[in-house]
């Protein structure tokens, strides 16, 4: 069992930055993929980043060379940096964890924090 908990919660002006933290439960992290969905008002939820390793990330365009995941597996968090922030990024931002390389094991979701970006 693993739980999931998001902080870093904001509102930013365009153009500003915020660090979005998920702390999880458990000493299986290492084991999980962590991902950041993300969604808005009247959208569907979009896969914003993805972090299976250091070397392992994916990013949807509309967020790339902006946004940066990572993940620390000795503080059992992932961390979303977003910068440069747009209004369209405004939505409520979900951590995920899905066992990675096709391991047996639950999916598990945050409960989301909001993200709001507005001048």
């Known amino acids: 069992q693993v739980q999931l908990v998001e902080s870093g919660e904001g509102l930013a002006p365009p153009g500003g930055s915020l660090r979005l933290s998920c702390a999880a439960s458990?000493?299986?992290?290492?084991?999980?993929?962590l991902s950041w969905p993300r969604q808005a008002p009247g959208k569907e939820r979009e896969l914003v980043s993805s972090?299976?390793?250091?070397?392992?990330?994916n990013y949807v365009n509309s967020v790339q060379g902006r946004f940066t995941i990572s993940r620390d597996n000795a503080k059992n968090t992932v961390y979303l940096q977003m910068n440069s922030l747009k209004p369209e990024d405004t939505a409520v931002y979900y951590c995920?964890?899905?066992?990675?390389?096709?391991?047996?094991?639950?999916?598990?979701w945050g409960q989301g924090t909001q993200v709001t970006v507005s001048s």
């Open positions: 995920k964890a899905v066992p990675s390389f096709g391991r047996a094991g639950g999916v598990y």
């Open positions: 972090i299976v390793s250091a070397e392992i990330t």
């Open positions: 458990g000493s299986t992290f290492s084991l999980y993929a």
